[in-house]
């Protein structure tokens, strides 16, 4: 099966850093990734897809990249509305999809 | 815009069978781009994949390995809904359920839509 791991598994920051939240599959990911953000008491909400698309709406500051089994997600400017939990996903080609196990960003 | 709307009792008794249906709006369960979705989130937090299903000239169904034995989803394109089947359940089973869109767009699935969650609690 293929696993995916994300670090740290929580970060504190500034408002105005960089953040930068990194996944690793066991497996070369041929299909691309997606990164979700979810606050408490709601669904997850994509964010990055396709590896490094950015869903409509979603401001520019969120970024992603990466190809085979390291993948990055960026906040280029943190800001407090976006003290969330933040999750990779793929799909292999045993048609399972796997999320990563979180990572939790809040404000210092 | 599509909007997902779950249904079904929040609290059900291990050995028995947990039912959730998801209402689509603005979208077609029959849409050959997308797959439709149950996903779930532990108390501890972690998100699991349940299963899909999607039609493509006929319907498929693909399931989370380790429940196949327990899963079962199925359309309903009278009503343009589908649902969750999850047999024989244990406390272990107790989760926020999600239903959610998968959209296909050439290159790889991604969830754009979800539910609103349901908790539901498995306990006597």
């Known amino acids: 099966d293929l696993q995916m791991t994300q670090s740290p598994s929580s970060l504190s920051a500034s408002v105005g850093d960089r953040v930068t939240i990194t996944c690793q599959a066991t497996q070369d990911i041929i299909n691309y990734l997606n990164w979700y953000q979810q606050k408490p008491g709601k669904a997850p909400k994509l964010l990055i897809y396709d590896t490094s698309k950015l869903e409509t709406g979603v401001p520019s500051r969120f970024s992603g990249s990466g190809s085979g089994t390291n993948f990055t997600f960026t906040i280029s400017s943190l800001q407090p509305e976006d003290v969330a939990t933040y999750y990779c996903?793929?799909?292999?080609?045993?048609?399972?999809?796997?999320f990563g196990p979180g990572t939790r960003v809040d404000i210092k | 815009q599509v909007q997902l709307q779950q249904s079904g009792p929040g609290l059900v008794k291990p050995s028995q069978t947990l039912s959730l249906n998801c209402d689509i709006s603005g979208d077609s369960v029959s849409n050959k781009t997308a797959a439709w979705n149950w996903i779930r989130q532990s108390p501890s937090g972690g998100l699991e994949w349940l299963g899909r299903?999607?039609?493509?000239?006929?319907?498929?169904?693909d399931y989370q390995l380790s429940l196949k034995s327990r899963l079962t989803i199925n359309p309903d394109t009278s009503k343009n809904q589908f649902s969750l089947q999850l047999r024989s359940v244990t406390p272990e089973d107790t989760a926020i359920y999600y239903c959610a869109r998968a959209y296909f767009d050439g290159s790889g699935y991604y969830f754009d839509y979800w539910g609103q969650g349901a908790l539901v609690t498995v306990s006597s």
């Open positions: 996903q793929q799909y292999d080609n045993l048609l399972q999809f796997t």
């Open positions: 299903t999607f039609y493509m000239s006929k319907w498929f169904r």
